[in-house]
Every structure is written in C-alpha cells, then in structure tokens.
C-alpha cells in the first residue's frame, strides 16, 4: 500500500476536524479514528496534526476507513482513498475491453431488480454529483443522479447499460472499484431474487472468462448466495468445506453422503482437528484459527488461546521431520507481530477439499489429499507446501526409487488440477544457518505475489 500517498490525503481531513468539537472533545474525536491522545497543549489545528504525525503507517488505513465511516468527505476524495486502500486488495485484473464486454451482455431493463438498493450501490461507488450548483442559475440537469433517475429509472429504454457504464466511469475506474460494482450488482441487496443472481453471474461470466476471471459463489448471507470475484485459473472446484488437519496419525475418512461430500472420521477421530467454519474469500486467517481455537477448547482469554493453539499444532509435527518443524517455526517466529492477520500455515492437512464424490472418484477418493502444509489465501487460492526428505524419492537403502517418484509426480497433477499451487523444500535446504532467512524470504514473495498484504503492528 502506498502509505505516504494515503497519508497526504488524510493531513488535510483530519487537521480540518479541527473545528468538530471543542479542545476537550478533541481525545474523544481522535480515538473515535484511532489516532494518539492529542497533545493537551497547543492550538486545536497544531494538537490534530501532531497527533496525526504519530499514527503509524500500519494504523493508516485503519484510520482512513474509520474517518470514512464517520466524517464522510466529497465522492472524489471518498474514492482517491477507496482507490488507495483497494489497490493492494487480492483481485484479478479486468481490462477495458472485458468491462465493456460485460456491459454489453447487459440489458438495462435487467440490469436491477431493487432500484433503490441499485442507487445507493452507485453512491457508494461513483461520483454522481457532477455540478451541485448548476440547479441555481436554472440548469435542468444538474448532476449525474439527476440523469439516472430520468434516463435509467423513469424512462428504462432511453440509455443502454454500455452507456451508463461509461457515464459512470465504469471503463476507466481502478480495478478494485470495478470488481466492488461487479459483486454489488450480483448481490442479494441489488437482486432479492435468487434465480435473478444466478441468472446475472452466469451472463457475465461469459464475457469474464475471456480474460481468465468469473463470479464464483463463494458464501451465504441470509439465505442468499454470495458471488465473488476470481481467477478461473486458481479457483478449484467447489466451496471450502471439510478441513482436517494437525494429526501426524493417518486418520480413517470415509464419505458419510457421497451427494454432498460429508466426510465421517472413523478412527482417530480424537487425534485430529476438523475446522468447521465457513472459509470465505478472504482464506483462513491466524485470527479465524485462533478464535475457533478459543470458543472450541473454551479459553476466553486471547494470549492463553493463541500459545495453546501454537502448541497443539506443532506438536502435530513429525518427530522425525526436523526440516518441517524449522519451516513451521520459521514462518510463525519470522512474521512475529505480522501473523494474527496473516493466513494461517496448517500443518498436517489429511484433506481439505476433494472437488470428486466417491462415485466419481472410485475407493481411491481420499487417499492422495493429504500435504505437509496448506495456507488459504485470498480469492480461493489455495497453497500446499511439502518438505522433501529421502523418502519422496529413494529406498529404505537410499538407492532412487523411480516408483516412489512417479507416485509422487502423479499426486502433484493431480493436486494442481484440482486448483492447488504447489511449492516443493528440499529437506537438506532446512538444515543450514540460512534456513530461516531461506523460509522468510519465500513467504515474503508468495504474499506479494498473490497480493496478501503483510502489517506489524507496533
């Protein structure tokens, strides 16, 4: 994130509260924003900028959206600090072409089902207020709201969806802002009809996937689908459902129901952790775990819940994986203060989503979906890492085993077809002093890489 951009932004806005409250109001004002206590002395414009200097770069866009919630600026501000905060967000790209392609697949008269839901989206969204002192001097059209309303919602058939598009500035908006308009106009808000949703994410998707993106139902609000936006090339088959994992002993899964995938753990069941909380598009966080942690083993308090949880998942570790156990610690004590909102590194994962029930899969469903490590990112994307020792490749006598490679192989198309992203350690590179350089180095660039942004806090 571009933190000095976002922080010029915010300077003026938050000096200009200057004249929101007396100075013995202004501590309330500051803390309702997240910034420092103001400083007791000084003019009230001097104790506001001087406590704004102190916010942290971390703590920004925290700030942003609290002032965004509370003192809403004009649209052209609200959006430069969407954009800005947006423009890290883990979102697959959509040039010009396929917006307009989308608009295209559109009818106008198909484009909303609640109108009034349809127009507080725009709000949220785009700049509708053009020219709010044209009105005075006895302009008709005043603004871009005025406009909707007569072209779009009082006379349906005057413009096409291409058109209102490009009024709205649809074609040239940041990619985050696009995405945002895209899953708003699929929501339940905009269509309080399931077939309606269902109907618009299948028309759009066609357009979308010439340029490797769809809609994909990702979650459920009130009863409703939720459809999010990601890459065909990363999102497997099927919404997150059954995770397994932190159990080093191969436990017994069968399919309880092959039609929806229910998976029954018939032995060990007592040796092994089943998250059992939806997985939305924002992945498994260290704070999703950590809190499922608490409320399941019933320890209220934070610190005891996260070293417990720590605890229990290294113990699943093999004992005699001493690469494993350097990588796992690696990852957590590199990170340090960055992990709670980072995705959580689950170890031992003996299945996490077989996209095939067992009548398309045979007796043989279950049996390759188990990984040394799984990180769930952002949009769907899935990460599994394996520690190779001797035994992936060689004997019992160390002499290379071309069978034990080609099963091996064999499991990796497999995993990748099924939407994984497969990153392989050689156990000997875990062994040396730059072992823990090594791990934080590659996390750092696989976040970047699909867009996780990585925040200490102070």
């Given amino acids: 994130m571009d933190f000095a951009c976002l922080r010029d932004v915010l300077a003026p806005l938050i000096e200009s509260l200057k004249d929101a409250g007396t100075h013995p109001e202004l501590p309330s004002i500051c803390e309702a924003l997240g910034l420092p206590a103001p400083d007791p002395e000084g003019s009230k414009r001097e104790r506001m900028i001087a406590s704004f200097n102190a916010l942290p770069d971390a703590q920004l866009p925290d700030t942003a959206q609290r002032f965004l919630l509370r003192h809403p600026p004009s649209p052209a501000t609200r ?131 010439n340029c490797g993106v769809e809609l994909s139902e990702s979650d459920t609000d009130g009863g409703y689908p939720v459809f999010s936006t990601v890459a065909t090339h990363t999102a497997p088959a099927g919404r997150p459902k059954n995770l397994i994992f932190a159990s080093s002993i191969k436990p017994d899964l069968r399919f309880r129901d092959a039609v929806n995938n229910d998976i029954e753990i018939v032995t060990n069941a007592d040796k092994v952790l089943v998250y059992d909380r939806p997985i939305g598009m924002d992945g498994l966080l260290w704070s999703d775990l950590q809190s499922w942690w608490g409320e399941t083993s019933k320890i209220s308090e934070a610190e005891a819940a996260k070293k417990s949880l720590y605890r229990r998942l290294r113990e699943s570790l093999p004992p005699n ?138």
């Fill in 79 to 209: 959006n430069a600090i969407q954009d800005i905060l947006w423009a890290d967000s883990p979102c697959p790209e959509i040039p010009k072409r396929f917006r307009r392609e989308v608009a295209q697949t559109l009818d106008i008269e198909e484009l909303f089902v609640d109108a009034q839901q349809f127009d507080s989206l725009l709000d949220r969204l785009w700049i509708l207020d053009t020219d709010p002192w044209a009105g005075m001097v006895g302009n008709s059209r005043t603004n871009l709201r005025q406009d909707i309303e007569q072209h779009v919602h009082r006379n349906r058939g005057d413009w096409s969806t291409e058109f209102l598009f490009d009024k709205l500035g649809v074609y040239t908006a940041s990619n985050g802002r696009f995405v945002r308009f895209l899953e708003g106009l699929a929501s339940s808000d905009v269509r309080p009809d399931e077939a309606a949703q269902r109907r618009f994410v299948e028309t759009v998707n066609v357009p979308l996937r």
């Fill in 321 to 458: 994986s001493p690469p494993q156990a350097l990588l796992f610690d690696a990852f957590y004590g590199g990170f340090g203060s960055a992990v709670p909102e980072l995705p959580a590194l689950l170890p031992e994962v003996w299945l996490h989503w077989d996209p095939r029930t067992v009548k398309e899969r045979g007796r043989d469903a279950l049996l390759r979906f188990r990984m040394d490590f799984l990180l769930l990112l952002p949009q769907g994307v899935r990460i599994v890492i394996e520690v190779d020792g001797k035994h992936h490749y060689a004997d019992e006598a160390g002499r290379a085993d071309v069978v034990r490679y080609a099963q091996m192989a064999a499991a990796d198309r497999e995993l990748k077809l099924a939407g994984y992203q497969i990153f392989r350690f050689g156990a000997y590179e875990l062994l040396g002093d730059s072992a823990n350089a090594i791990v934080k180095t590659f996390f750092e660039t696989l976040f970047k890489r699909y867009g996780v942004p990585v925040s200490y806090r102070a």
